[in-house]
T-cell receptor, first 113, second 110 residues
Framework: DAGITQSPRHKVTETGTPVTLRCHQT?????MYWYRQDPGHGLRLIHY???????DKGEVSDGYSVSRSKTEDFLLTLESATSSQTSVYFC????????????FGPGTRLTVL | LAKTTQPISMDSYEGQEVNITCSHN???????ITWYQQFPSQGPRFIIQ???TKVTNEVASLFIPADRKSSTLSLPRVSLSDTAVYYC???????????FGAGTRLFVKA
């Protein structure tokens, strides 16, 4: 399995508080992604990164920001969490000679009360 | 990126071959077709990817006709452990901005 971890794995927070989720990889892959998955839905891309300090928006980026200061870490921040951001968040990576294949982390379950 | 359409759910029995069809009428010239599998409480896992004709690996086959407007994932001799959600995606050559639909929920019965 690809070396990709997410922290925390579970978090409960209150509306209006800032939240940061971390994705860490040991594969030295160039590309990193953040998705959210809601019940009955597939994954929706929030933001992605194509290199250190290079990021772009996905289809559901409103209310989220990201940062990538080094290859191995990709941070997702909810500046002011809302109940609609309650979801499971998955990080993914791709790169190397199989750059079209994404490897997913274990997910973070976030509950915003 | 092209939107893909696939059946919401399918049932099968152990030992049968399962074919899941995906429609992608507006696929771009540079797009690949990629399939992922997802078990409950886990992230998706790559199964297979192709551009045209047929691709086979140790777990599945992917058939893409010449017009590339559809594709079929074939799972030979499924087992109970193949019960999962299967996603069909059109991905560009960089693999960015992937769009996952709702997927097909496959339920394999004994």
């Amino acid at each position: 399995d690809a070396g990709i971890t997410q922290s925390p794995r579970h978090k409960v927070t209150e509306t209006g508080t800032p939240v940061t989720l971390r994705c860490h990889q040991t594969e030295n892959h160039r590309y990193m992604y953040w998705y959210r998955q809601d019940p009955g839905h597939g994954l929706r891309l929030i933001h992605y990164s194509y290199g250190v300090k290079d990021t772009d928006k996905g289809e559901v980026s409103d209310g989220y920001s990201v940062s990538r200061s080094k290859t191995e870490d990709f941070l997702l921040t909810l500046e002011s969490a809302t109940s609609s951001q309650t979801s499971v968040y998955f990080c993914a990576i791709s790169g190397g000679d199989r750059y079209n294949e994404q490897f997913f982390g274990p997910g973070t379950r976030l509950t915003v009360l | 990126l092209a939107k893909t359409t696939q059946p919401i759910s399918m049932d099968s029995y152990e030992g049968q071959e399962v074919n899941i069809t995906c429609s992608h009428n507006n696929i771009a010239t540079n797009d690949y077709i990629t399939w992922y599998q997802q078990f409950p409480s886990q992230g998706p896992r790559f199964i297979i990817q192709g551009y045209k004709t047929k691709v086979t690996n140790e777990v599945a086959s992917l058939f893409i006709p010449a017009d590339r407007k559809s594709s079929t994932l074939s799972l030979p001799r499924v087992s109970l452990s193949d019960t999962a959600v299967y996603y069909c995606l059109a991905t560009d050559t960089g693999g960015f901005k992937t769009i996952f639909g709702a997927g097909t929920r496959l339920f394999v019965k004994a």
